[in-house]
């Protein structure tokens, strides 16, 4: 039997045009949340039946990606392709939004989400949930080499033991013959992880 509510509902008001199929007042969705048929989850609500998945997390935050800049060239990465995997425990704002190589960058960021132009290899990106997002590998090396003050080792052991990344991948993602700034301290900090 289908389901008779949408997996992700979103407010009416403020909601982008995109969510119209799945949009309700506000108040009416809160209500719905008092009443323990609703659970926030990203920009939206997601009915409490339905496990929480990749899938779901990513449908709530979709709206605010401006896929339509460069279709195809646009995801989420970093830690909100942490939450999205389910190893960020609250999704974490502004969005990372990166756009691939030869995609369309605006001139300012859009409301809610920073964007970065990344060099991206094929096979970084996958579809999740109608966005993408970067492989829960990419994630993880873009994860070791955040500046220091901003790395968080809990998530990336979160993210090896959630999506099952083995840490000779990894290691070897860290090697590959591409340009990757913070190579050397994210093979130390993945050091240290292994050694826990």
């Known amino acids: 039997m289908p389901r008779a509510v949408p997996d992700v509902l979103f407010p009416r008001d403020g909601a982008p045009a995109s969510t119209a199929a799945r949009r309700l007042p506000g108040p009416a969705l809160r209500a719905l949340v008092l ?27 979709a709206p ?4 339509g800049l460069a279709p195809g060239l646009i995801g989420v990465a970093g830690r909100t392709a942490a939450w999205v995997w389910g190893a960020a425990p609250v ?3 502004p969005l990372t939004v990166v756009v691939r190589r030869g995609g369309r960058m605006p001139a300012v960021d859009q409301p809610g989400a920073h964007l970065h132009g990344v060099e991206l290899d094929d096979g970084d990106l996958v579809a999740v949930g109608g966005l993408l997002v ?24 979160a993210l090896l033991n959630e999506q099952r990344i083995a840490a000779e991948d990894l ?7 591409r340009r990757l700034r913070g190579r050397r301290m994210a093979r130390g900090r993945l050091q240290l992880l292994l050694t826990r």
Request: no cysteine; hydrophobic share 45%.
């Open 91 to 93: 999704l974490a704002e």
């Open 134 to 157: 970067t492989t829960a590998l990419r994630t993880a090396v873009d994860l070791l080499r955040e500046p220091p003050g901003r790395y968080e080792a809990r998530i990336v052991a």
């Open 35 to 61: 009443d323990g048929d609703l659970a926030p989850i990203g920009d939206g609500y997601q009915p409490i039946d339905l496990p929480t998945t990749a899938a779901i997390r990513a449908m709530s935050i």
């Open 171 to 177: 290691q070897a993602a860290l090697v590959l013959p």
């Open 64 to 67: 605010r990606v401006p896929e």
